[in-house]
């Protein structure tokens, strides 16, 4: 069993850049597969961007080229650098960690407004 604390959220102007951390306790983090998602309001949640145990990333469409998935392994620790912020990226972001069984964060709030 693994669990996941998520950080790093806020408020930002449009245009602007926030990283989120996601922090692992209690399981081998490198053996998990992990993952950054995120619920706005009133919408169903979303994948943001996949990370796997041997480091392949994929991204979805609208978030390519302004954000990057990382781990660092050592630490325990899943980031989310999100750059070129804009409104329509207004979430809750959770992180995500698969192996056999799936295990949620708690969610960290993204408000991106002037």
């Known amino acids: 069993q693994v669990q996941l604390v998520e950080s790093g959220g806020g408020v930002v102007q449009p245009g602007g850049s926030l990283r989120l951390s996601c922090t692992a306790s209690?399981?081998?983090?490198?053996?998990?597969?992990m993952a950054w998602y995120r619920q706005a309001p009133g919408k169903q949640r979303e994948l943001v961007a996949t990370i796997s145990r041997g480091g392949s990333t994929v991204y979805i469409d609208s978030v390519k080229g302004r954000f990057t998935i990382s781990r660092d392994n050592a630490k325990n620790t899943l980031y989310l650098q999100m750059n070129s912020l804009n409104p329509e990226d207004t979430a809750v972001y959770y992180c995500r960690a698969q192996l056999v069984a799936v295990y949620w964060g708690q969610g960290t709030q993204v408000t991106v407004s002037s």
């Open positions: 209690g399981s081998p983090f490198r053996a998990y597969d």
